[in-house]
């Protein structure tokens, strides 16, 4: 059952670990969408050791009618040019658009888009990690079975506390800082 054309992957979360994040707010127009300085290099650096990328985010603001899926289609394609901008790019950006209260199968911690995008895209699970911002972002690296690095960008000095039951395999500054945990550890 070996597939040595797997290929090892990066899950990252979008908000508080791609680009800026604070509570209560919701991204929803395209010209929001600045992501950190750190951001392309990180990807930079990841793609090089042999990673590909892929983005797994709750955007749970479709669900609430904060915005259209053609405006969050606007707002990647902004990501996505500003990441070629810095000579990264993303192998794919699944995300889920349900409310928490649908209590639906996709939104993370649940593994399901993760799950999807490994088969879709031929990514071995066996050397993978997640980086995130959240609990949720270490809760899905637990349901993989991968290296959860938790970043105290956005979200993260907040959500450190809450994280601690979840073991993240590192805790970093930034994206970069994450990046170069998991070239040295993975
Ligand atoms: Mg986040
Ligand atoms: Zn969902």
Avoid at 76 to 105: K, N, S, V
């Amino acid at each position: 059952m070996t597939r040595p054309s797997l290929r090892p992957v990066v899950f990252l979360d979008r908000d508080g670990t791609l680009n800026p994040d604070r509570p209560g707010w919701y991204l929803t127009k395209p010209s929001e969408m600045r992501v950190y300085r750190k951001a392309a290099p990180a990807l930079r650096l990841l793609r090089a050791a042999g990673f590909r990328l892929v983005v797994v985010s709750n955007q749970s603001g479709l669900g609430r009618g904060y915005l259209t899926p053609a405006t969050l289609g606007r707002i990647h394609a902004r990501l996505r040019r500003q990441l070629a901008a810095g000579g990264a790019r993303l192998d794919g950006i699944y995300f889920c658009p349900h409310r928490p209260e649908r209590r639906c199968g996709c939104r993370k911690p649940k593994a399901l888009l993760a799950r999807r995008a490994a088969r879709e895209l031929d990514l071995s699970l066996a050397r993978a990690a997640v980086i995130g911002d959240k609990r949720a972002d270490l809760g899905l690296a637990r349901a993989l079975g991968v290296p959860g690095v938790l970043v105290l960008t956005g979200h993260g000095r907040h959500e450190r506390p809450h994280c601690a039951p979840f073991k993240p395999a590192a805790v970093r500054r930034d994206v970069l800082a994450a990046a170069r945990w998991i070239i040295k550890n993975l």
